[in-house]
């Protein structure tokens, strides 16, 4: 219940070796337009970023087309700081 269908590789064919049941959320983490950010030995799409530093997505989106990579890397490890 509340899962479809959901290709592992998102330029694959749907064929059983490239599908699984996913959520919205986990369908949301594997398109091909995510940003992702590793800090340390850990990588999450920008979206979770927001999350765990508990900033809005707008404000995180924001800052990021404001300033370069590395000001992005260190808003978001300020914020994990705190």
């Known amino acids: 219940e509340h899962l479809t269908i959901d290709r592992i590789?998102?330029?694959g064919n749907y064929c059983p070796e490239n599908c699984r049941w996913s959520t919205?959320?986990?369908q949301n983490r594997n398109k091909s337009n995510n940003v992702y950010i590793t800090i340390g030995d850990t990588t999450k799409t920008l979206k979770e970023w927001?999350?765990?530093i508990n900033?809005?997505?707008k404000a995180?989106?924001?800052f990021r087309y404001?300033?370069?990579d590395e000001?992005?890397?260190e808003y978001i490890s300020?914020?994990?700081n705190k």
């Open 71 to 73: 000001e992005l890397l």
């Open 9 to 11: 590789a998102g330029n």
């Open 66 to 68: 404001r300033h370069s």
């Open 24 to 26: 919205s959320i986990e």
């Open 78 to 80: 300020k914020h994990l």
């Open 55 to 57: 900033v809005t997505y």
């Open 50 to 52: 927001s999350i765990e």
């Open 60 to 62: 995180i989106t924001s």
